[in-house]
C-alpha cells in the first residue's frame, strides 16, 4: 500500500495499479488498496468501478468525509448528481464542522443549476464560518450566479475584511459592483485587485471589458499599455490589446499584439485564435 501510494505521487499509475492489484489478491477488502483503486478508476473514467470500489470501503469507515466526498465525485462522474447531493448532505451530517463537504455541494448545486439552493448551502455555511476565505468565496459565487447582487457585495465585504491582502474580495466586489451598474465602483474595485496582484487575469480583464463597453476603448488600451510596462513577460495585456483592436478594426495593430502575446506564451490558444 505504502508502495502504490509513493508511485502514484510519482505519477507511476502502472507501477501503483499492479501493486494495488497484488495486494487485492490476498486482501480483495484491503481499504486502502481499494480507495486507491477507485481513483485510478476515476482518472480512467470507470466512475461504476470506483463506486463499488468506494462503497466496499465506506462499510467499514461509514463516516469518512473522504471517501464519501471521493463517492459523491464518482456519483458525478456516472451522471448521479441527485445521488451525489445525497451523498454530500450525509458527510455534512457526519462531521458539522468540517466544511469541506459543503464546499463540494455548493460547487454541485451551481453546476447542475440549482443557483437558490446553492446559495442557501452557502449561506449557513458562512454562519458557522465568518471568517473562512475559502467559505466566503464559495458563497459570493452562489450568490452572484442567483443574481442576490445585495448579498454578493456584502460577503465581498466580508472577504476583504477576513483577507485583506487576498485580491479576490476586492475582485468580487467590483463583479457585484459591475452587475449593479455602479461602474465607478467596479473600476476602483478592479483596481485595487490589480494592485495586489498585478499578473492576476480575471481583474484586468473586467476590467478593460468594463471600459470597452463604455466606449472607452482609449482608456482600456492605456491601461493595458501600463499593465504591459509593469509585466513585460505577461501575455495577458497584448493579448486584449488585440482583442481591443481587432473590434475597432485596427487590424495590423491586432495582429502585432496577438503575436507578442503569442511570443510570450506559445501555448496560450486564445492569441492564435485572435491572430487568426
Given at each position: 500500500?505504502?508502495?502504490?501510494?509513493l508511485?502514484l505521487?510519482q505519477h507511476?499509475t502502472?507501477?501503483?495499479?499492479?501493486?494495488?492489484?497484488?495486494?487485492?489478491?490476498?486482501?480483495p477488502?484491503n481499504?486502502?488498496s481499494?480507495?486507491m483503486?477507485?481513483?485510478?478508476?476515476?482518472?480512467?473514467?470507470?466512475?461504476?468501478s470506483?463506486?463499488?470500489?468506494?462503497?466496499?470501503?465506506?462499510?467499514?469507515?461509514p463516516?469518512?468525509?473522504?471517501d464519501?466526498?471521493m463517492?459523491?465525485?464518482?456519483?458525478?462522474?456516472s451522471?448521479e448528481?441527485?445521488l451525489?447531493?445525497?451523498?454530500?448532505?450525509?458527510?455534512?451530517?457526519?462531521?458539522?464542522?468540517?466544511?469541506?463537504?459543503?464546499?463540494?455541494?455548493?460547487g454541485?448545486?451551481?453546476?447542475?443549476?440549482?443557483?437558490?439552493?446553492?446559495?442557501?448551502?452557502?449561506?449557513?455555511?458562512?454562519?458557522?464560518?465568518?471568517?473562512d476565505p475559502?467559505?466566503l468565496?464559495a458563497a459570493?459565487?452562489?450568490?452572484?450566479?442567483?443574481k442576490?447582487?445585495?448579498?454578493a457585495?456584502?460577503t465581498a465585504?466580508?472577504l476583504?475584511?477576513?483577507?485583506?491582502?487576498?485580491?479576490?474580495?476586492?475582485y468580487?466586489?467590483?463583479?457585484?459592483?459591475?452587475?449593479?451598474a455602479?461602474?465607478?465602483?467596479a473600476?476602483?474595485?478592479?483596481?485595487?485587485?490589480?494592485a495586489?496582484?498585478p499578473?492576476?487575469?480575471?481583474?484586468?480583464?473586467?476590467?478593460t471589458?468594463?471600459?470597452?463597453?463604455?466606449?472607452?476603448?482609449?482608456?482600456?488600451?492605456?491601461?493595458?499599455e501600463?499593465?504591459?510596462?509593469?509585466?513585460?513577460?505577461?501575455?495577458?495585456p497584448?493579448?486584449?490589446s488585440?482583442?481591443?483592436?481587432?473590434?475597432?478594426?485596427?487590424?495590423?495593430?491586432?495582429?502585432?499584439?496577438?503575436t507578442t502575446?503569442i511570443?510570450?506564451?506559445?501555448s496560450?490558444m486564445?492569441a492564435?485564435?485572435?491572430?487568426?
Amino acid at each position: 500500500d505504502d508502495l502504490a501510494g509513493l508511485r502514484l505521487r510519482q505519477h507511476d499509475t502502472a507501477g501503483a495499479g499492479s501493486l494495488i492489484a497484488q495486494v487485492l489478491a490476498k486482501d480483495p477488502n484491503n481499504d486502502d488498496s481499494l480507495r486507491m483503486r477507485a481513483g485510478l478508476e476515476l482518472a480512467q473514467g470507470d466512475a461504476r468501478s470506483a463506486i463499488a470500489d468506494l462503497r466496499i470501503v465506506l462499510r467499514d469507515e461509514p463516516n469518512s468525509i473522504v471517501d464519501l466526498r471521493m463517492l459523491a465525485g464518482a456519483q458525478v462522474a456516472s451522471n448521479e448528481p441527485d445521488l451525489a447531493q445525497q451523498t454530500l448532505r450525509q458527510a455534512m451530517q457526519d462531521a458539522p464542522g468540517d466544511p469541506s463537504a459543503a464546499l463540494d455541494l455548493i460547487g454541485l448545486l451551481d453546476r447542475v443549476g440549482q443557483h437558490d439552493q446553492a446559495r442557501q448551502v452557502a449561506e449557513a455555511l458562512v454562519r458557522q464560518h465568518p471568517k473562512d476565505p475559502s467559505v466566503l468565496t464559495a458563497a459570493f459565487q452562489a450568490e452572484f450566479a442567483a443574481k442576490s447582487l445585495k448579498e454578493a457585495a456584502a460577503t465581498a465585504a466580508a472577504l476583504r475584511g477576513a483577507a485583506p491582502k487576498n485580491p479576490l474580495g476586492y475582485y468580487f466586489s467590483g463583479l457585484a459592483a459591475d452587475a449593479s451598474a455602479d461602474s465607478a465602483g467596479a473600476i476602483s474595485d478592479y483596481r485595487q485587485a490589480i494592485a495586489l496582484a498585478p499578473t492576476a487575469r480575471e481583474p484586468l480583464e473586467a476590467l478593460t471589458r468594463l471600459y470597452a463597453r463604455q466606449g472607452k476603448t482609449d482608456l482600456a488600451l492605456q491601461e493595458l499599455e501600463s499593465v504591459a510596462q509593469s509585466q513585460p513577460k505577461d501575455p495577458l495585456p497584448p493579448a486584449l490589446s488585440g482583442e481591443i483592436e481587432f473590434a475597432l478594426k485596427r487590424l495590423p495593430e491586432a495582429a502585432r499584439s496577438f503575436t507578442t502575446a503569442i511570443a510570450l506564451d506559445p501555448s496560450w490558444m486564445p492569441a492564435y485564435r485572435g491572430l487568426a
